[in-house]
């Protein structure tokens, strides 16, 4: 534990700072997710959270910012799911298994309405939205050149990465919603998100094929 009094302080400081922020990304999603991004001001989101309209601009910069709060959660266990996956599964198995994943974990087609309820039909936000996945790209790009040790990430890397991270924003757009949508009011029961994303899946496997199947560990002795 700290022993000096201003490392004390400024530890303090920081998890203030921490608090605040959460309080206020939390605040942002509840509102949001019940009413609508465009339903909702800073200023109601800024009461929701207990601080003033300043305070909170000094946490994000604008009101979109306030969507994607949590953006680097999913970009971790994506990276994450490709880094570790085992010997035999390839990024796009790997990519797919999350997006499986969360279905069971965030409420499946609930959570997609949920999810452009949110984003609601401003122009910010859906600039905000194609810069969020770009980056996500770049990211991607950048764990799977340095597995086949390039210094800077080749065409296919890219266009690999492109496309891993194509099938993630597919199942979050407006057309996987109309097609739940449409199944669901055909059968309730429908695990249609599932299907969407397994057809989406495969559909891209035929083109990136076996690319980045991990080999197993070889014997270092053999």
Do not use: C
């Not at 198995?93 to 999810?115: I, K, N, R, S, W």
């Not at 996945?133 to 990211?139: D, L, N, S």
């Not at 800077?152 to 407006?174: C, D, F, G, K, M």
């Amino acid at each position: 534990m700290p022993t000096d009094p201003e490392e004390r302080s400024t530890g303090r400081r920081e998890q203030r700072k921490r608090r605040i922020r959460t309080a206020i990304a939390e605040a942002a999603e509840r509102l949001f997710a019940e009413r609508g991004y465009d339903q909702v001001t800073v200023a109601e989101i800024a009461a929701e959270a207990g601080v003033s309209v300043k305070t909170l601009f000094t946490y994000f910069d604008s009101k979109e910012d306030l969507v994607f709060a949590d953006e680097e959660r999913l970009l971790g266990r994506l990276l994450e799911s490709v880094q570790d996956r085992p010997a035999g599964r390839t990024p796009l198995e790997a990519v797919t298994a999350v997006l499986l994943a969360a279905l069971d974990e965030e409420d499946g087609p609930e959570g997609l309405e949920e999810f452009h309820r949110t984003i609601g039909s401003s122009a910010g936000v859906a600039s905000r939205l194609r810069r969020m996945w770009e980056a996500y790209e770049v990211e991607m790009a950048a764990l799977l050149a340095g597995e086949r040790n390039e210094a800077v990430p080749s065409p296919e890397t890219r266009l690999a990465a492109a496309q891993l991270i194509a099938l993630v924003r597919i199942t979050a757009s407006a057309e996987a919603l109309s097609f739940v949508r449409s199944r669901r009011s055909a059968d309730p029961e429908e695990p249609a998100l599932r299907e969407w994303i397994e057809r989406s899946a495969a559909q891209l496997g035929a083109g990136l094929a076996d690319y980045g199947r991990r080999a197993a560990d070889r014997d270092p002795g053999m």
